[in-house]
């Protein structure tokens, strides 16, 4: 279930988009090459960089959160994550 919240950095505004859309999800994990997290990307990011015109083909790494709410244990993640999970 996880897998389809997950994309790279170097994915477009379209790619994230089609994402988003494919799973009626409204945030993504943005990964590096070795699977960490470093950022986030919500449908509130994309409608910012659609009203400053950014173009479909750039690289999402340039809209995201680079400092999302880490979960320091399972129950902790468990605890913000359950409710968007569950939707």
Request: charged residues 20%.
């Amino acid at each position: 279930m996880l897998d389809n919240l997950i994309i790279s950095g170097h994915a477009t505004l379209r790619d994230a988009l089609i994402n988003m859309t494919t799973h009626r999800r409204g945030l993504l994990f943005i990964v590096d090459e070795e699977q960490h997290l470093v950022g986030v990307l919500s449908d509130g990011d994309i409608r910012r960089a659609l009203l400053q015109d950014v173009n479909m083909n750039s690289p999402i790494e340039k809209m995201m959160n680079l400092n999302p709410i880490k979960a320091s244990s399972e129950q902790e993640a468990f605890f913000y994550w359950s409710p968007i999970l569950t939707y």
